[in-house]
């Protein structure tokens, strides 16, 4: 199974058995895609079905807002009854909290595999500028390069401030640019003067280099990693 439902714990038969071997199909296939390092987007789909395990662990209450819907059509008031009649349901309850208590133990194992595999990506990347940094960093370029054949994969990249109620944090968007064979002419100042030559949407950029020193699959695990680490590394320096 490539991936599980947002609410898979309370949609469809509240058995034991039967989410399990959702839950540990679901996991093999996370774990496959690990062993080949291929991060994302298994790695933040899985953080996401755990907060959303422990949440529900924590708060029985949301179990009213999970169920699903048993009576189409019906007013407002006969689901209210229908769920409330579910909730007081010892055996349901007891059932949930089985596949729940079992659960969480599973995912933090594959957690700590994911976790395991970016902090080894992470310690063997590099972030470098290219060049004078503007006073601005909010957008620019980021030269990436994957092991010792690897070509200069550029991308343009865009930071953002994005609010909550409860929390201020920063993301990014990118789009690709272009690629740069190797070789002793494309050096890292003249693609960033190539890039100033021929874009000129932005007049002064900052440029970052981020390498990785093993060669790895860009799209599920580079790139990603490589994004969160300029956040981080931009954020540092505000």
């Not at 290219?130 to 930071?159: H, W």
């Amino acid at each position: 199974m490539r991936q599980l439902n947002k609410n898979w714990i309370t949609e469809h038969h509240i058995d034991f058995e039967y989410k399990k071997y959702l839950l540990l199909a679901y996991l093999q296939h996370v774990s496959g895609q690990f062993t080949e390092q291929r991060l994302y987007p298994h790695l933040a789909d899985l953080i996401e079905h755990y907060r959303d395990l422990r949440q529900l662990k924590d708060n029985k209450n949301q179990l009213y807002q999970q169920f699903p819907e048993r009576l189409n059509g019906a007013r407002l008031e006969e689901f209210r009854l229908v769920y409330e009649k579910l909730i007081r349901d010892d055996n349901l309850m007891q059932e949930l909290n089985s596949i729940i208590d079992f659960s969480l133990p599973q995912m933090e194992l594959a957690l700590r595999e994911g976790k395991k595999i970016y902090d080894f990506v992470e310690e063997h990347c590099r972030i470098f500028p290219v060049g004078l940094l503007p006073l601005n960093k909010d957008a620019g370029y980021i030269f990436l390069r994957a092991g010792d054949v690897s070509d200069t994969i550029v991308y343009e990249y865009q930071l953002s401030i994005y609010e909550s109620p409860h929390e201020r944090f920063r993301g990014i968007q990118v789009g690709y640019i272009a690629t740069y064979e190797k070789g002793l002419l494309n050096t890292y100042e003249s693609i960033k003067s190539d890039l100033l030559r021929f874009h000129r949407n932005l007049p002064n950029p900052a440029a970052y280099v981020i390498e990785s020193e093993f060669l790895l699959p860009f799209d599920e695990t580079f790139l990603p990693i490589a994004k969160r680490a300029l956040v981080r590394a931009l954020s540092t320096a505000a």
